[in-house]
């Protein structure tokens, strides 16, 4: 490759631009099952992410070897191996969370997102690159997991890292925040609808930051014309 | 020329899935052990919940008898399971008896019921269920205190006519908004207790020796 690889829209790509879960909407299933409470959420969004990294090493790594008839079946081989490995070590090691997860470990090989990558980047570009992306991209995912998570747990059940030593272990066992006594809990926070409606406010949210962020680069665009001298003595404008 | 490309795509498949199934092969074998070490870790601490590790003696994953097949339907199960026993010094002191409430809101329940060797509830648990999360779940002990409600009842204590939700005219209580859920696992714990009422027997044959060499003398 003649040009750098530029890492930062890579990752800017990935956690926000072009996030998985709030613009491309992939993996929607596993999102909206798994995220009742923060510890679904990064379980799940861990386990992604594992799976995302390791496809996208993987794939660049044979990118040449597999001609292009044969390059899905071959991704969605080494994607469901790399799932069913992990739903393996889950398994002997978080067993509580296993089990609670369940069906949506396997399914993580049904999440678009996964081969999309695989298909779209990590199968043209070199191996370091497609590790960014596939960690970028699996990071953005794992973002958005533990935010709805977080939202429907306080507003569900009114805990916030409630049975986080499934995952890290009985010193986790205090880590979780109360932060109303005898809170009723609210039900359709936990129910899916609950999980569309955070989903939907959350993708608003971006929106209305995307369209801030639009409209001061707009005003930024337009000034150096006014100050133009004035900003140009000072040194380096972009 | 194309079945030369035919012939290289698929030796290169073959490659392929060799080289995926040997990775998968080596990651069951790696991780065969620590799994059924937490499987049966987890298993365990069901069972220590109900019958705890002071109370008894013996290796309460390993001593099982088979449940009887005339007693499927009425445990409500479909296929083999086991029933574990407790002992303190070989006698049996309480029997862990798996059993599926076919009925709750939105499918099987499935549980174990401890009785005491007295025929009186050691504790119910909870292990699978898909109740609705904020109303049926609170069957489950992460959920609610409710499942610790049947700890020392038993067929006479309440009289067998109270086994029903405060609802339906009996002494457990059902929870807002959830009558169905309650009510499954209560009458299913009655089934449950009127199994080991039954087949006293079969699951604490100690007494029964000790009775019938009482009767010989």
């Known amino acids: 490759m003649s040009e750098a690889v530029d890492y930062q829209k890579i990752s800017g790509n990935g956690l926000w631009t072009n996030n998985p879960a709030l613009v ?10 798994v995220t009742g409470s923060v510890v679904n959420a990064l379980g799940l969004g861990l386990a992604t992410l594992m799976v995302l990294t390791c496809s996208n090493i993987t794939v660049s790594l044979i990118r040449k070897t597999v001609s292009d008839a044969v390059r899905l079946p071959a991704f969605v081989m080494i994607i469901a191996t790399l799932t069913t490995c992990i739903e393996l070590l889950m398994r002997a090691y978080t067993f509580e969370l296993y089990t609670i997860l369940g069906i949506f470990i396997p399914l993580i090989v049904t999440n678009c997102a ?52 499934l995952l890290f272990g009985d010193m986790a066992r205090g880590w979780v925040i109360t932060p109303f006594e005898n809170y009723p809990g609210f039900l359709v926070a936990v129910l899916p609808p609950g999980a569309f409606i955070v989903t939907g406010f959350l993708i608003a949210l971006k929106n209305l930051i995307d369209a801030r962020i639009e409209k001061r680069r707009a005003i930024l665009k337009t000034k150096p014309i006014k100050g133009s001298k004035r900003v140009r003595t000072t040194g380096a404008v972009n | 020329m194309l079945g030369a490309s035919i012939s290289k795509n698929g030796i290169l498949l073959t490659l392929f899935a060799l080289i995926t199934a040997t990775v998968l092969a080596s990651t069951f074998l790696m991780t065969r052990e620590q799994i059924s070490e937490s499987e049966r870790r987890a298993q365990q601490r069901a069972l220590f919940e109900i019958i705890p590790e002071q109370r008894h003696d013996n290796d309460l994953l390993e001593d099982v008898i088979p449940v009887p097949l005339d007693a499927w339907a009425q445990l409500g199960l479909r296929d083999a399971h086991h029933i574990h026993l407790a002992r303190q010094g070989g006698e049996v002191i309480g029997a862990i008896i798996p059993s599926v409430a076919p009925d709750g809101y939105s499918g099987d329940i499935r549980m174990i019921v401890g009785v005491n060797k007295d025929l009186s509830i050691a504790g119910v648990r909870v292990l699978n269920h898909r109740e609705t999360p904020g109303l049926g779940d609170k069957v489950d002990l992460s959920r609610s205190d409710w499942i610790l409600d049947f700890d ?6 309440p009289a067998p006519s109270r086994w029903e939700v405060r609802k339906d005219g009996g002494d457990f209580d059902q929870f807002t908004g959830a009558t169905i859920t309650p009510r499954a696992v209560v009458r299913q714990v009655r089934r449950t207790l009127a199994f080991a009422t039954t087949h006293q027997a079969l699951l604490f044959p100690d007494t029964q020796i000790s009775e019938t060499e009482e009767t010989e003398q």
């Open chain 1, 24 to 33: 491309q909407l992939l993996g929607l299933c596993p999102l909206l099952a």
């Open chain 1, 114 to 165: 996964i081969l999309g990558r695989a298909d779209a980047f990590a199968s043209k570009n070199k191996v370091f690159p497609s590790f960014v992306d596939g960690l970028m991209m699996g990071l953005g995912f794992m973002a958005v997991l533990l935010a709805i998570g977080a939202v429907r747990e306080l507003l569900g059940s009114g805990t916030l890292f409630a049975n986080m030593h």
């Open chain 2, 152 to 157: 020392g009842t038993s067929l006479t204590e």
